[in-house]
């Protein structure tokens, strides 16, 4: 028995210092991920970043006129006076209904050898303004309200550098797009300048036409009372989050179609964005220089609410490497335990003892599949690499142990056993949502097997036979009298009894 706790405490402390090992891949694997988004960046600054379209709204600024009394100075002195008081209010006009029609074109761009995925959109908004009259606009102060004859149409984005063209119809009329940019919203935008003056109290149509660039991801938001969305791509794994999942999808291996129908009363979009754009007040009669800050926080924390609200798609990789190889390595101590388990058998069965200076060999060679996976998915491809990794491990541990064991009769199980491990480990990786299951049944079926192999087996019997089995087998571990005999004798059942 103390011969087997022994070799217990040899076996763990070996298990320890392999998972150690796995660790410090997983430490590579976060640094190598890291190079990856420093490559992102890298893109996204020459290029674009993850786009958000929003648009097209229209601001109509109204100016209100008022007199208020107020009573000045102290004592004696003090008079009612009189003030002339005006205040400019933008209010922003959101469309009734909202059609977005999308074509995106995925085109990945290399930094080194990072990929990037980089896409060209060209992206139709059709839908319909109801222009207010200046009766119907809210009033603040008791006084004279005017509307503003020219208003202005906004299409913004995330990074106007992505904006490659922009085009505005409005009721029948080409809008010329102002070459500079304005942040409103806290998002730059493609301003245009509409004559309201006859179409005040009337539905207006709209048609814009855009083509965005940017990277990995594109989003929009739902801004019309009614809004329908239809997209189409070459990317055949997309991942659709935001607010709403789209109500019809098709994904195959040319791409993805999808759509959506959103509603104002299903969507906080409208109201985020017109509280984001239409809050911002000028008044000629205050000096408070604080108001302007207070704004611009409140665009900053407002924005994460903007995204919650848009429809995004991410061109995701099918088979992300670092994401892939570092899940691989969370099993890592699972292959190890395995492995060690297989060897332990076989030394308290066959009585075959084994070094461990010979179990830290074979351990390094499952903690260095993980680094050649990695390193080889940079160079080949996820599922070529993961296939020559494992077929150099298994074929180089089933070498080696066929003389540890004793012949190679006997190491066609563990070769064979670890072969079935990667190959599950493989299926584990490719399914991400039943991959706990799989675990799980996997664990069971190895314990089970166990189990059923040693059903009768008679371990107090085995354990005091033990010691005097492992006096008699220490030539083999005798430099002097193993180099004087062959791998098959050395390792002879006969010699070990």
């Known amino acids: 028995m103390k011969v087997f706790i022994a070799k217990a405490g040899v076996y763990l402390g070996v298990m320890l210092l392999l998972w150690s090992g796995v660790g410090m891949v997983s430490e590579v694997v ?31 600024e109204t100016t209100e006129k008022w007199r208020e009394s107020q009573w000045v100075g102290e004592g004696e002195k003090r008079k009612l006076e009189t003030f002339d008081n005006t205040e400019t209010i933008r209010h922003v006009v959101l469309p009734e209904s909202l059609q977005i029609i999308g074509d995106v074109q995925i085109e990945p761009k290399r930094r080194g050898i990072f990929s990037v995925n980089t896409y060209t959109a060209n992206v139709t908004l059709k839908g319909m303004w109801r222009i207010p009259t200046e009766a119907s606009m809210p009033v603040v102060h008791a006084g004279r309200l005017t509307m503003k004859n020219i208003a202005q149409t906004l299409i913004s984005v995330s990074e106007a550098r992505g904006l490659r063209a922009v085009s505005l119809e409005v009721d029948g009329q080409k809008l010329e797009i102002a070459s500079e940019t304005d942040r409103v919203g806290g998002l730059p935008s493609a301003r245009a300048s509409l004559d309201i003056r006859s179409l005040a109290g009337k539905e207006v149509p709209f048609v814009a036409t855009i083509q965005l660039v940017g990277t990995e991801a594109i989003a929009f938001l739902p801004l019309g009372k009614q809004n329908t969305a239809q997209l189409k791509s070459n990317w055949p794994d997309p991942a659709f989050e ?209 189990m059923v192999a040693t059903r009768k087996v008679n371990w107090y019997v085995l354990f005091e036979r033990m010691p005097a089995k492992a006096v008699k087998d220490n030539s083999l571990f005798d430099p002097m009298q193993s180099s004087q005999k062959s791998p098959k004798t050395a390792f002879s059942p006969n010699e070990v009894g």
């Not at 976060?30 to 709204?57: F, M, T, W």
């Not at 992300?320 to 691989?328: F, K, L, S």
């Not at 190959?423 to 089970?448: P, R, T």
Request: with cysteine; aromatic share 10%; proline share 2%.
């Open 30 to 60: 976060r640094d190598r991920l890291n190079y990856k988004h420093e490559a992102e960046q890298s893109i996204g600054q020459s290029h674009a970043g993850a786009q958000l379209l929003v648009g097209p709204s229209l601001l109509i």
């Open 242 to 450: 935001g607010a709403t999942l789209p109500i019809e999808k098709k994904i195959d291996e040319q791409g993805f179609s999808a759509k959506w129908q959103v509603s104002s009363l299903a969507s906080e979009a409208r109201q985020v964005w017109a509280r984001e754009i239409g809050g911002e007040v000028s008044a000629s009669n205050t000096t408070d220089a604080i108001e302007p800050i207070r704004r611009k926080e409140r665009a900053a924390a407002e924005h994460r609410t903007i995204e919650q609200q848009a429809l995004s798609i991410r061109m995701v990789d099918r088979q992300d490497i670092y994401t892939y190889t570092n899940r691989a390595t969370k099993y890592g101590l699972l292959f190890i335990a395995l492995t060690l388990a297989g060897y332990a058998l076989f030394e308290v069965f066959k009585q075959v003892r084994i070094h461990p200076l010979q179990t830290l060999l074979v351990g390094a060679a499952l903690v260095l599949f993980f680094l050649l996976l990695l390193s080889l998915s940079e160079q080949i491809g996820f599922a070529l690499a993961y296939l020559s990794a494992s077929f150099a491990c298994v074929g180089l541990i089933g070498f080696y142990s066929g003389y540890v064991l004793g012949g190679f009769s006997r190491s066609v199980p563990l070769t064979l056993g670890l072969a079935g491990l990667y190959g599950a480990l493989y299926m584990l990786l490719n399914s991400k949502d039943n991959a706990l299951l799989l675990g799980s049944v996997l664990l069971f079926a190895l314990l089970a097997a166990v």
